[in-house]
Every structure is written in C-alpha cells, then in structure tokens.
C-alpha cells in the first residue's frame, strides 16, 4: 500500500472487499474496482446487481465471455454473459473507462486470429455506444 500512495497512481484489484479495506488502509483512494465480468459469470454472480453496488469504485474492466463452466476468456456473444445487462448498468453508474477485453486470440489458428480481434473491436464500439446511451438516460 504505501508505495501506491508515494507515487499516486490508482491500481485496479478485482475483489470489491479488497479496494474498500485497500482504500482505508491507505487513508485515501489509490485502489479501484477491476470488473471481471466473465469470474463474475463463473461464480454465478448477478452481474447487475454488482455493477450497481459498486458503482463508481469501477474504474477499468476485464470483459470476456465463457459458458459459465470454463474461464475461457472467449470473445463476447459467444458464452452466457449479458452484455446488454452489463453496458445498460455501467452507463447506469457512469462508467467512463476503457473498454478491455481480456481474450485469448492463440486459441484462433492464425487465419482466425485478425478476424477475431476485427469482432471484438467492433463489439468493444458497440459497448461504447450502448454505456453512452444508457448514460444519457439517467
């Protein structure tokens, strides 16, 4: 913690209860919230419902798919996650952030390799557009 707060960076962790206990420890706000929405989607967590609760404390995101089963990291819309859920509740909570996809384009034979990152790019645009308008909306 200490070294955090010498040089002033904010570090993204991933357990909620972590950047809480983190953020007291170091008397100000140095830790954020990383949202893992494919750990959250093996766990059976509602996505949502956690998006929500810890509402601004989200300031980067790990965004991939799976089945639920396997922490895969496959490319959005090819698993069990709600995507629509997910970017109605961060625009909700004003997320601002980058769009991070954390995927595993060497599971892709090579040929498949620049059409795959082609898709999640263009999904990682879609989701923008989406947390924008449901921002708006609020």
Known sequence: VGFVT?????TGVVPLIHVDTLNNVA?????ALCLDNGH???????VRHYIEICGKRIQTLHLHDNSG?????ALPYTGKCDWDGICHFLGLIGYEGAINFELCYSLFEPEMQKP???FSSACGRAFERKIKEAAAKC
Do not use: I
């Open 116 to 118: 795959a990152l082609e």
């Open 40 to 46: 959250a989607n093996l766990t059976n967590t509602n």
């Open 27 to 31: 008397g100000k706000e140095c830790f």
């Open 6 to 10: 010498e040089v002033g960076v904010v």
């Open 69 to 73: 089963n396997d922490d895969n990291h």
